[in-house]
């Protein structure tokens, strides 16, 4: 009988979050072409061992390190994707090649806020380099603490035998100049070891007096060769001839790295901090994406949120749990109490979800099991809820990560009602610009704005309810703001420029004069805008442009009709769906549709979306798997038509709510033309059952196999909305919520633009009309633009209904159609918002000359 195998645990480097390989961003590690092992996202800036053992390679860039168990497992760390290219910078070995280790020794420092602006990701892998030792590899559960937690436990096979004997044989040898100018790190050793191990032959790499295995990825790593190293290549054995050649050329084309891209980080590499930093000198530019757009003056302020004590262990479970349920009734009557006093519609429907998020069944779950194994309330609760937010934000999907801000948000409520402590408002000083690592949706809603002019953080996202609440208050904000901003002295002066994403550290005094004078000028034509949007919307050549508004229900239909909003654009149906357990009946439907229909009477346009969940936005009481690309998955339409009882429910609803309204019925998330003919089919079967007429019946454009297809659809569709932010998003291939890509997630990219345009020309030659209802229309800066391309319907966010009605007053069409055409052949986004920016300063002055 063989001998009971051992068990090595592998601790957890560095605190975070666990992320499969196989969601690497490179296929070297998510093929585990390296070794098996796991990735994970981290939150703490030192390495520490996940063994004891030996360092046996540690690469001169100082991004990767290998240490080896006294049991012969060679452990392989590699901090960030591509972070080779950056030859050390923002790295501090702590440890030196040979050192013995303990785990839980500190190995390496780096700078991780640095580092993530710019490396390609900071996902950090840790795997075992030498996997013939290991019979299995079991991973461990929860959220990571750096040397503590277990990051995965590896079962060695008991066997103390090393590798298999070398095979004898004719010897060959070539020499080779390596072409890869970071020599044989992680990636291209990988593809080369990979590859020896393909043949029987003993493969050896010869490098300055030092030998590898070739078959050993830690041990070519060691090497330690560089761009133009000459290295000997040695294979031994039956098949030493075919290794050879075919390695050698392997070799020769540098092991599947690209080399030219390579070259030209390389080269670029060394000056790259030093132009970054002459440009900042010089401009004082902070980068950030704009979460509610305007212009701002103010000292900065910074906030940074107290930290809670709490005790891990507690008293007995009984009270425990009483202490627990306590506190969750007391949160939830207070924030029904936010609620009933709230006058503003956007701040209560957040609070509704939260409250909605206080009875999430497994949140509390997770939280009694803690109580259960001797856990405080309070530590219980808190661990609850950072297990869920941060699974939540792990999963790359800016929707969900939206969700976890929510979930510590109430999390730091009921840890208030356990601790005893008072919620007090952030203590602003007069006229400041707040700058914030995060705030919660509560904390936003709670700030002074007689006092605060603006803020910016750096997490968060444009779509998420902080934003939300920036946009209904009108105060300008830029969230994913540049580390750097962090270290902004408090008191200091600086404008804070949201319309372009910036905030200006160090203007000249031309700038700051330039910025008092727009401030100014921006109330005062604020107020006139909001005088003129009580009348229809018209270009300067006297065409009608519908303005109209998104909404969620009769609450929001109100304030938007009282902004000037000529009807609703987008009704988001989804909300009643949302946070329950169950799926609104047709009655329930029928009121609320209705309600909706009534507010604005039978003459303005009711556009209502379909269900519009599943993948990134799940319901609790659907059966859908877990996806690995929910944005890719089964949501909006295809949902609708997986589940067809759920959308004739919803078609029967509609139908029956908005008799004699201008009822428009929109299907969200539509790629191809099979999707709208099979909805369609069940929405006419429920218009037919019931007697009704068929609803005008559109799609919105969504995906880019939508846009290419806009002819095809305009032949069949009765209109067409653009979803500026996914349409973005998919065309770009960039998350909106990414901390380092929204900012380049720009819907006025020209490659968004041409798929608007031909959208655009589709509905012309088939009489159909498009709007837009995503963040992009209510933009003023991108008001000429869709118009040039043919959208006459922009569907805005309420507050912005007076600034994108002036800004089409402003359009001549015929004016706006030739711009279209200029902006399409532009490169960049930046270059349209340059040109846009020019055109619209000389449209102004046109017209303020005009009415002289």
Request: charged share 25%; proline share 4%.
């Amino acid at each position: 009988m063989a001998e009971q195998s051992n068990i090595l645990p592998v601790l957890a480097p560095l605190s975070g979050v666990r992320v499969p390989l196989s969601r690497v961003p490179d296929p070297v590690f998510a093929q585990r072409m390296v070794g098996d092992g796991a990735s994970l996202d981290p939150t703490s800036s030192t390495l520490l061992a996940p063994i004891d053992g030996d360092v046996v390679q540690l690469h001169a860039a100082h991004h990767a390190i290998t240490l080896r168990h006294p049991s012969g497992v060679d452990i392989l760390i590699h901090i960030g994707i591509d972070t080779v290219t950056l030859r050390g910078e923002g790295f501090t070995p702590m440890v030196r090649l040979g050192d013995r280790v303990s785990a839980g020794q500190g190995l390496i420092r780096f700078d991780l806020d640095h580092l993530a602006c710019r490396a390609r990701s900071m996902l950090t892998q840790v795997v075992v380099a030498n996997g013939e030792r290991v019979v299995a590899l079991q991973l461990g559960r929860g959220e990571l603490e750096a040397g503590r937690s277990l990051l995965f436990s590896l079962t060695l096979n008991s066997d103390d035998r090393s590798a298999a004997a070398v095979h004898r044989g004719d010897q060959h040898a070539t020499k080779v100049e390596l072409p890869n100018p970071a020599g044989l790190h992680a990636r291209p050793a990988a593809v080369f070891a990979e590859a020896a191990k393909h043949y029987r032959a003993d493969v050896r790499l010869r490098f300055q007096g030092r030998e590898a295995n070739g078959k050993s990825l830690v041990a070519l790593m060691s090497l330690a060769t560089a761009a133009g190293s000459v290295v000997e290549l040695v294979a031994r054995g039956p098949d030493a001839r075919e290794a050879l050649g075919r390695l050698a050329e392997l070799l020769r084309q540098g092991c599947g790295e690209d080399l030219q891209a390579a070259r030209a980080e390389a080269e670029r590499r060394p000056s790259l901090e030093v132009e970054r930093a002459a440009n900042r000198a010089v401009s004082g530019e902070l980068r950030g994406v704009t979460a509610s757009p305007g212009l701002a003056i103010g000292r900065v302020f910074q906030w940074r949120r107290g930290a809670l004590q709490v005790q891990e262990r507690g008293a007995d479970p009984a009270s425990e749990h009483q202490r627990l349920s306590q506190a969750l009734r007391a949160a939830e009557r207070s924030l029904r109490e936010l609620q009933v006093q709230s006058t503003d519609t956007a701040r209560g429907a957040i609070l509704a979800a939260q409250q909605e998020l206080l009875q999430d069944p497994q949140l509390v779950d997770s939280a009694l099991a803690l109580i259960d194994q001797g856990k405080s309330a309070a530590y219980a609760w808190q661990t609850a809820t950072e297990q869920s937010a941060a699974t939540l934000a792990a999963l790359g999907n800016a929707l969900l990560a939206e969700r976890a801000a929510d979930l510590r948000d109430i999390g730091r409520r009921v840890l208030g009602e356990l601790l005893g402590e008072v919620t007090t408002s952030v203590q602003l000083p007069e006229g400041c610009i707040l700058i914030a690592e995060d705030l919660t949706p509560s904390e936003t809603a709670d700030l002074d704005r007689q006092r605060l002019r603006g803020f910016c953080t750096r997490g968060g996202g444009a779509t998420g309810h902080v934003a939300i609440l920036a946009r209904s208050f009108g105060l300008p904000a830029l969230c994913a703001i540049d580390p750097q901003a962090l270290q902004l002295a408090d008191g200091q002066r600086v404008i804070l420029d949201a319309d372009r994403g910036l905030l200006l550290t160090a203007p000249a005094p031309e700038q700051w004069a330039q910025a008092e004078r727009d401030v100014e000028e921006a109330k005062q034509r604020a107020q006139r805008e909001r005088t003129a949007a009580q009348q229809p919307a018209r270009s300067a050549d006297g065409q009608r442009i519908e303005v109209v508004a998104n909404v969620r229900h009769a609450a929001d239909t109100a304030d938007a009709l009282a902004a000037g909003a000529e009807g609703v654009g987008l009704l988001r149906s989804e909300l009643l769906f949302e946070q329950r357990s169950s799926a609104p009946d047709e009655d329930e439907q029928i009121a609320a549709y209705a309600a909706v229909a009534r507010c604005l009477g039978q003459d303005r346009p009711l556009v209502i979306r379909s269900l519009d969940v599943g993948g990134d936005k799940p319901l609790s009481y659907l059966p859908l798997p877990r996806e690995d690309n929910p944005f890719l998955g089964q949501r909006g339409v295809r949902l609708s038509l997986a589940h067809p009882a759920l959308f004739c429910t919803q078609i029967r609803a509609v139908l029956r709510a908005t008799q004699g309204h201008r009822l428009h019925l929109m299907l969200p998330m539509v790629a191809t033309l099979e999707e709208f003919r099979q909805a369609r089919a069940l929405v006419a079967e429920q218009a037919e059952q019931l007697g009704l007429a068929m609803p005008s019946l559109g799609i919105m454009i969504e995906v880019p196999s939508a846009a290419l297809l806009a002819e095809q659809f305009a032949r069949e569709v009765d209109f067409m909305s653009i979803g500026s932010n996914d349409l973005t998003q998919y065309t770009l291939a960039m998350d909106r919520g990414h901390a380092q890509l929204a900012q380049h997630a720009d819907a006025l990219h020209p490659a968004v633009l041409r798929l608007i345009g031909l959208c655009g020309d589709a509905v012309k030659r088939n009489a159909k009309w498009l709007g837009v209802c995503g963040a992009m229309a209510s933009d003023p800066l991108a008001v000429p633009a869709l118009l040039g391309l043919g959208v006459r319907e922009l569907s805005v966010e309420a507050p912005a209904v007076a600034a994108v009605k002036a800004a089409v007053a402003r359009c001549y069409l015929d004016e706006c159609r030739a711009l279209a055409q200029q902006l399409v052949e532009l490169d960049t986004a930046s270059a349209v918002r340059a040109r846009l920016s020019e055109f619209q300063s000389r449209a102004h002055a046109a017209r303020v000359e005009e009415s002289v």
